[in-house]
């Protein structure tokens, strides 16, 4: 059994943890819509850019997961957050996805959201799902060949949400 998992707000030192996480993560091809050969400074301006609160997940003084929460839509959608979520593979099974979205949900609403949204759920990531509707979430939507999964071709992806 691990040692508890620490959550914090990302900083710059973080950063090559957080690279290392998201290389392994879209090397496959099959959960996120980056392209595996995505650069250091394409994902990480991405993931850790002005319009996005990024956070790290620590056991043992080592990052085993990262997310960030945004602004869903501009303005008028403004509400509704928006978040995206990677965990180390070789921790997984740890319960870092859950202790993330628990701590995701609690900060978006502490942040002044009031729903939170997944705009493509890949509907194969059969462990991503599950553990989104444990944490409350409903699919409302299915979107035909969403996804262009490296192994299994087109597929379709899940909106999810739940209100906060």
């Not at 819509?33 to 996005?52: H, I, N, Q, T």
């Not at 409302?140 to 597929?155: I, M, R, S, W, Y």
Request: with cysteine; glycine share 6%; proline share 3%.
């Amino acid at each position: 059994m691990p040692n508890s998992i620490a959550i914090r707000t990302a900083i710059a030192q973080d950063f090559d943890q957080v690279w290392d996480i998201i290389k392994q993560v879209i090397s496959t091809g099959d959960t996120y819509v980056f392209a595996p050969d995505s650069s250091r400074e394409k994902m990480l301006a991405y993931w850790c850019g002005d319009d996005k609160h990024t956070y790290v997940a620590i056991i043992d003084e080592k990052i085993v997961g990262t997310f960030f929460i945004k602004d869903n839509q501009p303005d008028l959608g403004s509400h509704v957050a928006n978040a995206s979520f990677m965990t180390l593979p070789s921790a997984a099974r740890q319960g870092i996805g859950t202790a993330m979205g628990k701590f995701s949900l609690n900060e978006a609403r502490r942040l002044g959201f009031k729903a939170m949204q997944f705009n493509i759920v890949v509907k194969s990531n059969a462990q991503a799902v599950r553990l989104w509707e444990k944490l409350g979430f409903k699919i409302v939507g299915e979107v035909p060949d969403a996804f262009n999964h490296q192994k299994n071709g087109l597929t379709n992806a899940y909106i999810m949400w739940r209100r906060l």
